[in-house]
């Protein structure tokens, strides 16, 4: 009970921090609620950009994952999103900032429609955008409840955990707007870096130091594939490699790129990005692996004879914590739960910016902005968190796929297909809004017939990400290439003459 | 030349990253626990820093500087 105390703790200090950011904010533009007044300094923006893209997937489900399949798990997300998000920050992040700080634009959709010279396919992005956004919202609130209910040893239940969870992200986005958001970020990020090598270092002590616990996965023919890759395909290996391009095209990522103060802070953050990677990743991978030792604890023993008895993966989402609650002393479980946590609520940024697209993209396109005032468009960004919060709690409960599958199914596939959009829009003077169109639909078309697709479904080999995201870039460059552009003003405020 | 030289480096590395040839093997093991295909990709994680830096460097987009 001491661990879910101290996670409480932290709980109740974000929540702090949230509203103290409140009080900061200059007052009700909405420029200041959602980009915090593009006022961001260089090691909040790194730190806070990172908190946001590592979630309850990189802690929870890269454990539960590599637990199944072993270190597959680093190479499939982690390495490859070190060489992939940075680029994208780099060439796409910088001309977002860019653009956003020139016209005074807030939102991607904002963005196509500026760029394109277009409304209703902008609303169609938004809608798809939005679609994607929402599983990545529920994954938080499950690694929420299930880390609350494993800490605490059951004494709190999923449900009440994942209630907890939103209720405090909830809060601290409603009054905090971005700046809360990117001040608890920072400060999760901090926590987790530097809490999580002192939980390694303390689980590898209580399993008999890495060393042993290697030889013994090595030795039992069970576990000794887990230190291999033979478990997973080279083609599927190298569908993954797709996935990281989805970041660029998160909505919370791509709106977290225009809080920068100045376009050099990216420079900071684009070199260190992969460095935190590691860090974070590197532990929870092997961790992962290593808790097919730990058959002292009951319910991984559980999950081992489980996944021997029936030959497929088990839901793994609880194997750090499991690991965490046995081998690490109370207080000290304590505080790496509370980092834990703290990945896990990265779920607040996405609730941000689904709060910030709605406001932005629908209810100030269409006329609410002007006819009620910009006080009435915080007011409905505000009412939309508390919505957006409540149906990602409901579903939660409801939720039965883990933690990793929900994101890859669709969040990863849809977003990674979405990004030769920003692609086009920010590098391409040809690009139209004819060619975004026909992206847009194929998407949409492809993430539905997804749902229905068996899990596991390959094109060829390869996950539906591969073809998802060269059928969209196919789509935008070839119908682009036979429809109208935009005029050659807009082409020319994009692209001035001086631009590479 | 500077972004030609920049993509190549790029490709290199995702090349890199599809190490079909530690596919099948856990040794040899870094720190006497880290298996190859762990250590060979966070190495590959710091080279991708590495590659940052110099892109921060000599890959910079022009001009972005004016807006702020």
């Known amino acids: 009970m001491i661990p879910a105390l101290f996670v409480l703790a932290y709980l109740a200090i974000v929540l702090y921090i949230g509203i103290f950011a409140f009080r900061r904010s200059g007052g009700p533009a909405a420029e200041d609620f959602f980009l915090a007044g593009r006022s961001l300094g260089p090691w909040v923006f790194l730190l806070s950009l990172f908190g946001t893209h590592m979630t309850a997937f990189a802690i929870l489900g890269s454990s539960g994952h590599a637990f199944n399949f072993g270190i597959v798990t680093y190479g499939l997300m982690a390495s490859i999103s070190a060489l992939v998000v940075p680029v994208c920050l780099l060439f796409l992040g910088t001309r977002l900032w860019s653009v956003g700080k020139r016209f005074g634009l807030i939102t991607p959709v904002q963005i196509f429609r500026d760029r394109w010279e277009c409304g209703h396919i902008g609303t169609l992005i938004f809608f798809l955008q939005a679609a994607l956004l929402v599983p990545y919202i529920i994954i938080g609130v499950m690694g929420g409840g299930t880390t609350l209910s494993v800490i605490s040893g059951g004494f709190i239940p999923f449900w009440l955990g994942g209630l907890l969870v939103a209720l405090v992200v909830m809060s601290y986005v409603f009054f905090g707007g971005m700046r809360g958001t990117a001040w608890v970020n920072t400060f999760q990020t901090v926590l987790f870096l530097g809490f999580g090598a002192i939980a390694v270092t303390l689980i590898g002590q209580g399993m008999g130091g890495f060393t042993s616990v290697t030889e013994r996965l090595l030795n039992n023919p069970a576990t000794a594939s887990l230190l291999t890759r033979e478990k997973f395909s080279l083609t599927a290996f190298l569908s993954y490699t797709f996935n990281p391009l989805s970041a660029i095209a998160f909505p919370h990522i791509a709106i977290f790129c225009l809080t920068a103060r100045k376009v050099t802070q990216f420079k900071r953050t684009v070199i260190f990005y992969p460095i935190c990677i590691l860090l974070i990743w590197l532990p929870c991978v092997y961790l992962g692996v290593a808790a097919n030792q730990a058959t002292d604890i009951p319910a991984i023993e559980a999950k081992i004879e489980a996944r021997a008895a029936t030959g497929r993966p088990v839901p793994g989402d609880d194997v750090m914590l499991q690991l965490l609650n046995r081998y690490a002393p109370g207080w000290i479980a304590g505080l790496l739960g509370a980092g834990i946590m703290a990945a896990v609520m990265a779920s607040d940024s996405q609730i941000l910016a689904l709060s910030t697209m709605f406001t932005e993209d629908i209810f100030a396109f269409y006329g609410g902005k002007a006819r009620f005032g910009e006080s009435a468009q915080i007011f409905t960004g505000r009412l939309f968190v508390i919505l957006v919060t409540a149906f990602a709690y409901f579903t939660a409960l409801n939720a039965k796929v883990a933690i990793f599958d929900l994101a890859v199914q669709y969040a990863f596939a849809g977003y990674a297909a979405m990004s030769p959009l920003f692609v086009a829009a920010l590098c391409w003077r040809g690009s139209t809004k004819w060619g975004a169109l026909a992206a847009t639909l194929f998407i949409s078309a492809a993430t539905v017939a997804l749902y229905f697709l068996p899990r596991g479904f390959t094109v060829a080999g390869f996950a539906p990400v591969v073809p998802m995201t060269i059928i969209s870039a196919a789509l935008v460059w070839g119908v682009s290439l036979l429809t109208p552009k935009p005029s050659a003003a807009t082409i020319h405020r994009y692209f001035p003459p001086a631009s590479v | ?68």
């Not at chain 2, 006497?32 to 987009?61: D, E, K, N, Q, S």
Request: proline share 4%; glycine share 8%; charged share 10%.
């Open chain 2, 1 to 68: 030349m500077k972004n030609a030289l920049a993509w190549l480096a790029i490709g290199a590395l995702l090349l890199a990253h599809q190490d079909w040839w530690n596919w099948s093997t856990a040794y040899p093991l870094a720190f006497g626990f880290l298996p190859v295909g762990l250590w060979y990709h966070a190495l590959f994680t710091i080279a991708a820093a590495l590659l940052m830096a110099g892109l921060v460097r000599w890959c910079w987009p022009s001009g972005l500087e004016r807006d702020e």
